[in-house]
C-alpha cells in the first residue's frame, strides 16, 4: 500500500447508483467533504462541492444521484454532472466540473490516494 493511501470504507458499502459515502480530505490547505460513489461497476470520489456555488450536492446524506441512478444532481439547484468523471451536464454549473478524487477499490476496500490532476 503506497503512504498516502487512506481506506474509505469496505467495498460493498457503495451499491452501483446507490448512495454516495461521504468522507473528507485536505484540498487548498482546509478540510473538505467529498465523497465516493460506485457506477457502472468502478468507484470515483469527487468532492462535495457544486460547480455552480460551493455548496454539498446532497441535501439528504449520500443522496447524489439523480431518480435514474444516471446523472450526479446538485440538490440546491439541480446541476447534473456526469458519475464517471464529474463532468458538467446541464444546470448552473454551466460547464464546470467536479473536482475529482483519485479512489481506487482494492482487495475488498476502497482507498483514497488524493486528488486528481489529469483533469
Ligand atoms: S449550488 Fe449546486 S446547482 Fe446551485
Known amino acids: 500500500m503506497a503512504g498516502n493511501e487512506r481506506l474509505i470504507c469496505a467495498a460493498g458499502a457503495l451499491l452501483d447508483g446507490g448512495g ?11 478540510t473538505a467533504p467529498a465523497f465516493v460513489i460506485r457506477f457502472d461497476g468502478a ?23 439523480d431518480s435514474g441512478g444516471r446523472s450526479l444532481i446538485c440538490s440546491t439547484h439541480g446541476a447534473t454532472y456526469a458519475p464517471e468523471n464529474g463532468r458538467c451536464l446541464g444546470g448552473p454549473c454551466s460547464g464546470t466540473p467536479l473536482v475529482r478524487l483519485r479512489v481506487v477499490e482494492r482487495g475488498g476496500g476502497i482507498y483514497y490516494l488524493g486528488l486528481k490532476h489529469d483533469g
Open 20 to 30: 454516495a459515502l461521504r468522507f473528507e480530505v485536505e484540498y487548498r490547505g482546509a
Open 43 to 65: 468507484v470515483f470520489g469527487y468532492l462535495n462541492r457544486c460547480g455552480h456555488r460551493p455548496m454539498e450536492l446532497d441535501w439528504r446524506e449520500g443522496e447524489v444521484f
